[in-house]
């Protein structure tokens, strides 16, 4: 069975950074793309940032230039360094993955990590 555990996430002032993490667990023959989610109280969830096993990114409009996705897949781990941050930034954010195991590809999330933008 494939877990995904974000970590990371908290309260922090409007200009600071926090780096969030993502941990999967489980029998995980081959990961396709790992990225990072974030919903906000009454909003949808949006994609923040994804990148691919060939190591390509994107990311979504607003967090261009301030937060860097990177990866280490034979730790299966991704990572989510967020500076600069902006009380429009509050969100929780889900950890995401696209994954090949025993059964198949499947899409996996994380339980979120809430990141509170504040003074």
């Known amino acids: 069975q494939v877990q995904l555990v974000e970590s990371g996430g908290g309260l922090v002032q409007p200009g600071g950074s926090l780096r969030l993490s993502c941990a999967a667990s489980?029998?995980?023959?081959?990961?396709?793309?790992m990225g990072w989610y974030r919903q906000a109280p009454g909003k949808q969830r949006e994609l923040v940032a994804i990148i691919t096993n060939g190591g390509s990114t994107s990311y979504e409009d607003s967090v261009k230039g301030r937060f860097t996705i990177s990866r280490d897949y034979a730790k299966k781990m991704v990572y989510l360094q967020m500076n600069s941050l902006k009380p429009e930034d509050t969100a929780v954010y889900y950890c995401?993955?696209?994954?090949?195991?025993?059964?198949?590809?499947?899409?996996?999330w994380g339980q979120g990590t809430q990141v509170t933008v504040s003074s």
């Open positions: 489980g029998s995980i023959f081959s990961i396709y793309a």
């Open positions: 995401n993955a696209d994954l090949r195991t025993i059964t198949g590809r499947h899409t996996y």
